[in-house]
């Protein structure tokens, strides 16, 4: 990917004036602290500005700063289409990403309240725009951290239908054994490392694998070893000390990290804005000396430029990006959740910015694919999700054998019993009965 | 063969009224070792040398060292140091055997550790593999764990084990549990030490003792390092583990001195130590305890009782087996820990044992705790918050009456 076009400059010293220094076309000046962009939730109006504007490009948070790029992009290798982001595979590959996350995720409702899930499971429709648009730019060796809204970014990774579905179940040929659970969804297979109930958590794991990719590079002396890390968290993680903490540690040690920010505005009943004395989340990042961006999480195109430039930006070593991703969930926080706290125009406003319905037109208007072919997608992956089920439904429940495996890596941990063997080799202990 | 020789000489400074400073016990084990003629001398608490007991003595001193399931005694005469050398010894030998082992903690680089025990590591080994962190325990131990889940092994140092409650969010939910919630895909080698223990009027909020928060944490494994030989064995140990282990180091223990072996060698995480063999009780006890319990052992042997010491060194899981067959042949136990009364391991201990071995007790297990009280800064109200050898010779007596 050509990061050639877009750059993300550091942020400039505290003492500067507001204008823009620096001579490139900034993506955004984290700087320029004029806000113009708004909540809709907020009192203040929302600014509509139509993106091709000439003014957009001196706007300081890049909610249109995303265009710029896309009138200043090279063109792509598609050379009858020389103004597009994407080509067509890339399209339809983002398609087929969300549309997969949509299906599943209205999967898990029908299964939770048919009796098939239990707990709480936290749903990710709205959202797919800031899954496919980071997610689908990693090699299979960067790592995913996300937060207990998790299916989505395992399906993104990699981690198969079925395995997920079986973990939803339960069962024991979940990607977790059945032993996590919706909220706590691994593969190291895929490189995801969680999957956290608690928010915030799972930011200074995201770190560590940050840390390793700078350890083996520098002290292990791999010298081709340029994993990054994403790390996927909400709104009201952002007013944790795990964020703050990590912002430090990340930017002190120019980690190869990317904290995305999924700002869907609500953390369960709370709003963003009755929570956070500065709602703009981007402007945290320049305190720790990393560079904030904001961007429309709705619209997968912009999304994608923007988590270029910030995974280019940690693969060279250059350190870590906030990226703020102003998203929305179209459901409750979790099923369990009424959902009645929120406008109904608030749902309508971004229901109507649906990021699966802006890509699909976008793929038609510009002679991408045709309806014909995203429907083919479409139906494809509703087989693989009816078949997930099937398998899921058809899968065994974990015995009681399993009980107690897992728990440490080395059983021995579970101490020497009273005869003088250590427990784990008690036959009591495969069977899942020994008393540990 | 001169540990217990010293470790005597050292309670005799730590219980003596309040003066209770590391400086002076390292001067006092010197002095120690420079008068005497032979290492099978004991000091006697009025301070003649019995030949008398000497027999006793030279099986006490013989017995202390090492278990039988550990390494017999060195071929070559091995060398002296210090607690803290030892600890950064196994720290050194583990990192040089193995380039993916790193320590992160507060001021563990430059400083070389607020006890030395990292001192000279980031000299050799760089900033990255010593690793100095800003003061976010919570975030840093998290930092620890998602680099062992990618293939790093870290060992955190927490600069005062109490400064780990801060930790106890990542302790808890992802460094114990993570390998299990992830269906065992993950592992967190991880190792988690510092001082903790009641100090010298370090006031309360320094002197807390975790081992009692942190046992029920599913995932773990603790132990507690009391010698040179065990603290540089168990971090070895430790760093090996594939589990993620939590060392707990005393704040006082660091400057006794022990002559360990030259050749490499590393203890069993699970096992129990038998610290002095006995007949009549069995004492079991950990960490700076210990040296309480050899004191009022002195004591008791004097007035005719034979204790079994037993240094449990595994807090977490409790090692049933020597435990148990010390129950067997004794009958009765004494449970000596600077832990609180409240859920602390003693009340875990008593469980256990009432548990597996009440056919064998004779007298209900005894728990010698420290008080439920936040540990004063006055050093006449600290003493009497820790259990002292005085305490422990009267519940010998009473339980073997």
């Known amino acids: 990917m050509s990061a050639a076009a877009t750059k993300i400059i550091q942020p400039l010293p505290l003492n500067s004036t507001t204008t823009n220094r620096s001579p490139h076309k900034a993506l955004f000046n984290p700087l320029k602290a004029t806000p113009i962009s708004s909540f809709p939730a907020s009192t203040r109006k929302l600014r509509l500005t139509k993106p091709n504007s000439p003014h957009a490009r001196r706007r300081s948070t890049s909610i249109f700063a995303v265009s710029d790029v896309v009138q200043e992009k090279k063109p792509t290798s598609n050379t009858f289409f020389p103004n597009l982001l994407i080509t067509k595979e890339e399209g339809l590959e983002l398609y087929e990403d969300m549309i997969l996350g949509r299906s599943f995720e209205d999967m898990c409702a029908q299964m939770y309240y048919r009796g098939k899930m239990f707990g709480f499971v936290h749903l990710y429709n709205g959202q797919e725009a800031v899954s496919a648009g980071f997610i689908k730019l990693l090699k299979n060796e960067d790592c995913v951290v996300s937060t207990y809204r998790d299916h989505v970014h395992a399906l993104s990774k990699g981690v198969p239908a079925r395995a997920v579905m079986s973990e939803l179940f339960g069962k024991t040929t979940g990607c977790c054994r059945g032993q996590g659970g919706s909220m706590h969804m691994f593969s190291k297979e895929h490189n995801v490392l969680g999957g956290f109930a608690f928010i915030g958590e799972g930011i200074p794991v995201a770190t560590g694998a940050a840390f390793t990719s700078k350890y083996r590079r520098e002290v292990l002396k791999e010298g081709d070893c340029d994993h990054v890390t994403l790390a996927f968290f909400g709104d009201g993680t952002c007013n944790n000390g795990q964020f703050f903490e990590c912002l430090n540690m990340a930017a002190l040690w120019k980690l190869p990290i990317v904290f995305v920010v999924e700002n869907n505005l609500w953390a369960i009943g709370m709003s963003h804005l009755r929570a956070t004395s500065d709602p703009e989340i981007w402007k945290k990042g320049p305190a720790f000396g990393i560079p904030g961006v904001h961007v429309d999480g709705m619209d997968v195109l912009k999304v994608r430029e923007v988590a270029k430039e910030a995974i280019t930006r940690a693969r060279r070593g250059e350190g870590p990006t906030l990226v703020e991703c102003e998203t929305y969930r179209f459901r409750g926080h979790s099923l369990a959740d009424p959902d009645e706290l929120r406008d109904a125009s608030e749902k309508a406003h971004y229901a109507a910015r649906d990021p699966i319905t802006a890509l699909k037109k976008y793929m038609v208007e510009n002679n991408l694919a045709s309806e014909a072919e995203l429907k083919v997608i479409e139906k494809k992956i509703d087989e693989v999700v009816e078949e997930a089920v099937e398998f899921a439904d058809s899968s065994p429940l974990p015995g009681r054998s399993q009980l107690l495996e897992n728990v440490f890596a080395d059983p021995r941990g579970f101490g020497i019993g009273p005869d003088g063997k250590y427990r784990c080799e008690d036959p009591k202990f495969t069977e899942g009965t020994a008393h540990v | ?401």
Request: hydrophobic share 40%; aromatic share 6%.
């Open chain 2, 1 to 401: 063969m001169a540990v217990v020789f010293q470790g005597i000489g050292a309670t005799a400074a730590l219980t003596s009224a309040t003066s209770v400073d590391s400086k002076k016990l390292y001067i006092l084990s010197r002095r120690l070792v420079s008068e005497t003629k032979s290492t099978f001398m004991v000091v006697r608490s009025d301070g003649r040398l019995n030949s008398g007991s000497n027999r006793r003595a030279q099986k006490l001193i013989t017995n202390a060292v090492a278990t039988k399931a550990d390494s017999s005694p060195a071929t070559k005469p091995g060398h002296e140091l210090l607690l803290f050398e030892a600890l950064r010894e196994g720290l050194e030998e583990e990192m040089e055997r193995d380039a993916r082992v790193c320590v992160m903690g507060e001021d563990v680089g430059h400083y070389g550790g607020s006890y030395k025990v990292t001192k000279d590591l980031a000299n050799k080994y760089g900033d990255l593999r010593v690793l100095d962190t800003p003061i976010a325990e919570n975030s840093f131990t998290g930092m620890a764990i998602g680099a062992a889940m990618t293939g790093l092994r870290p060992i955190v140092e927490g600069m005062n084990m109490g400064f780990l409650l801060l930790a106890f969010n990542q302790i808890s939910n992802n460094c114990g549990m993570l390998h299990y919630t992830s269906g065992g895909q993950f592992t967190i080698p991880v190792v988690i030490r510092g001082p903790g223990g009641v100090g010298r009027q370090l006031g309360a909020e320094h002197s807390q003792r975790l081992e009692s928060y942190f046992q029920s944490i599913p995932g773990i494994q603790m132990v507690a390092c009391s010698t040179p030989y065990n603290a540089k064995g168990l971090m070895k140990a430790a760093i090996r583990s594939e589990n993620p282990v939590i060392l707990f180091e005393h704040v006082l223990l660091y400057n006794l001195k022990e002559r360990i072996p030259d050749e490499e060698y590393i203890l069993n995480l699970e096992e129990a130590e038998m610290v002095r063999p006995g007949e009549h009780i069995t004492i079991l006890t950990y960490s700076r305890m210990r040296y309480h319990v050899m004191q009022a052992a002195k004591t008791l042997v004097n007035k005719g009782y034979d204790p079994e010491v037993i240094d449990i060194r595994s807090l977490k899981p409790f090692d049933l087996h020597t435990i148990g067959n010390s129950v067997k042949k004794t009958h009765r136990v004494l449970i000596v820990e600077e832990c609180m009364r409240t859920g602390g391991i003693g009340a875990s201990l008593t469980a256990a044992i009432n548990e597996y071995f009440h056919d064998y007790l004779d007298a209900p297990v005894v728990c010698l705790s420290s008080q439920d009280v936040p540990t004063p800064y006055a050093g006449t109200l600290e003493e009497w918050t820790v259990v002292q050898p005085t305490q422990i010779v009267t519940a010998v007596e009473q339980l073997c009456r």
